[in-house]
């Protein structure tokens, strides 16, 4: 019977622990997202993530875990979504809920566009110590080391790498270059890439086993790395190239972004078609710079 119990305690222990996030799982999970939010509203990254670190508890506050909010933002007079109240400064206190944790990510960044925080951005983007004083300074929060807290944070988990690694790429919105796939072989393609207004634009010419393409397409930027979109363009046979039999082509779009340095590498992942009958897979990866 001991040892049952001991064993009832050992498994008990160990789904507690399984369920909480460990501050790295918490920091690789969500370090892409504060980059994005970053580049978007030019708020470091390290700040972004201290904060959500700080205010979640590594994400498994009950705050964080049932309402999606991972800056302890309160509803203030002009929250139109769900609310979710709490004791905290108060007893019974209003609190912003989210559909997810991206929301609460977005609504945070938003949230220090407010004029109250304008002194902020006029910090340089690395210069994480003037945000964490500024934001103590401008009431984010009523705890006196609210600052130490999240430069400790920051220093001891080195977010300010995030920051320095975001500056240290180009300001740079137009890419060139080749792929190589299938069913398009090689292609050659210029893309034009907004994160910041969370757009790009392609413009492709490819050759496959039994045509040559020209398309111009875009779409929307889900992430600074997820882009979803549609191409429209010609294409025509390959086996007489003096006898051109153009038709439309269309085909709908995934791309994966991944920046190196002032370069880019792309995967695309495609539908084509030159009629609503019959669809065409098509998988590339491109070099760009």
């Known amino acids: 019977?001991?040892?049952?119990?001991?064993?009832?305690?050992?498994?008990?222990?160990?789904?507690?622990?399984?369920?909480?996030?460990?501050?790295?799982?918490?920091?690789?999970?969500?370090?892409?997202?504060?980059?994005?939010?970053?580049?978007?509203?030019k708020i470091?990254?390290?700040?972004?993530?201290?904060?959500?670190?700080?205010?979640?508890?590594?994400?498994?506050?009950?705050?964080?875990?049932?309402?999606?909010?991972?800056?302890?933002?309160?509803?203030?007079?002009?929250?139109?979504?769900?609310?979710?109240?709490?004791?905290?400064d108060k007893k019974n206190e209003c609190f912003r809920k989210y559909s997810n944790v991206k929301d609460s990510f977005d609504d945070h960044s938003n949230f220090l566009l407010r004029p109250?925080?304008?002194?902020?951005?006029?910090?340089?983007?690395?210069d994480y110590k003037s945000w964490a004083k500024g934001l103590k300074k401008a009431g984010y929060a009523t705890n006196p080391k609210y600052a130490k807290h999240l430069i400790k944070i920051i220093e001891e988990n080195e977010l300010y790498k995030l920051d320095d690694e975001v500056q240290g790429e180009s300001d740079k919105l137009i890419f060139s270059g080749f792929s190589i796939g299938w069913t398009d072989i090689i292609g050659q393609s210029l893309i034009y890439k907004n994160d910041e207004k969370e757009y790009y634009l392609n413009l492709r010419a490819t050759a496959a086993v039994d045509n040559l393409a020209l398309t111009l397409g875009g779409g929307k930027l889900m992430t600074s790395k997820?882009?979803?979109?549609?191409?429209?363009?010609?294409?025509?046979?390959?086996?007489?190239?003096?006898?051109?039999?153009?038709?439309?082509?269309?085909?709908?779009?995934?791309?994966?972004?991944?920046?190196?340095?002032?370069?880019?590498i792309n995967f695309r992942f495609s539908l084509s078609s030159i009629n609503v009958k019959q669809f065409r897979p098509a998988v590339s990866v491109g070099f760009l710079r």
């Open 44 to 88: 470091p990254a390290s700040i972004i993530l201290s904060q959500g670190i700080l205010e979640s508890g590594d994400g498994n506050s009950e705050l964080a875990k049932k309402s999606n909010n991972h800056f302890g933002i309160k509803c203030h007079l002009d929250w139109q979504g769900e609310r979710v109240y709490y004791n905290d």
């Open 116 to 126: 109250r925080y304008a002194v902020l951005f006029e910090y340089a983007l690395t």
């Open 226 to 264: 997820v882009g979803l979109g549609a191409d429209f363009g010609l294409l025509t046979s390959s086996g007489d190239i003096n006898n051109l039999n153009l038709k439309p082509n269309y085909s709908l779009s995934a791309y994966l972004f991944i920046p190196v340095k002032q370069k880019q």
């Open 1 to 41: 019977m001991e040892n049952r119990l001991v064993l009832f305690f050992l498994l008990f222990t160990f789904q507690l622990s399984a369920q909480n996030m460990t501050r790295n799982e918490y920091i690789d999970k969500y370090k892409d997202e504060a980059i994005y939010q970053m580049k978007k509203y």
